[in-house]
């Protein structure tokens, strides 16, 4: 079985920054095609922050584009999010995601995260 385990979350200050990491866990995981974080705030519906390909390609949300980074180490199968200048408006639940999980034996369409919250505020 898989898992996904992040951490880094917690309180900044407007204009801070903070660093998500997510690991995912098993045995015998041969690849996984993307990983990223979405997020979700009180009484919103889950949105994308931002997600990265096995072959580097990247997707960002308008919201936080040039403000957050996404990388991943995939020989550790790990995806990382960098995230900059933040703002009130950036508190939520950040979920880590993985999707096309290949272990032997099995194949995973989409695997989340417990997620973790990042609050901003003064």
């Known amino acids: 079985q898989v898992q996904l385990v992040e951490s880094g979350g917690g309180l900044v200050q407007p204009g801070g920054s903070l660093t998500l990491s997510c690991a995912a866990s098993?045995?015998?995981?041969?690849?996984?095609?993307?990983m990223g974080w979405y997020r979700q705030a009180p009484g919103k519906q889950r949105e994308l922050v931002a997600t990265m390909a096995y072959g580097g390609t990247t997707d960002y949300g308008d919201s936080v584009k040039g403000r957050f980074t996404v990388s991943r180490d995939n020989a550790k199968n790990t995806v990382y999010l960098q995230m900059n200048s933040l703002k009130p408006e950036d508190t939520a639940v950040y979920y880590c995601?993985?999707?096309?999980?290949?272990?032997?034996?099995?194949?995973?369409?989409?695997?989340w995260g417990q997620g973790t919250q990042v609050t901003v505020s003064s």
């Open positions: 995601n993985a999707q096309s999980v290949v272990t032997t034996p099995t194949r995973y369409d989409e695997l």
């Open positions: 098993g045995r015998s995981i041969f690849s996984i095609y993307i």
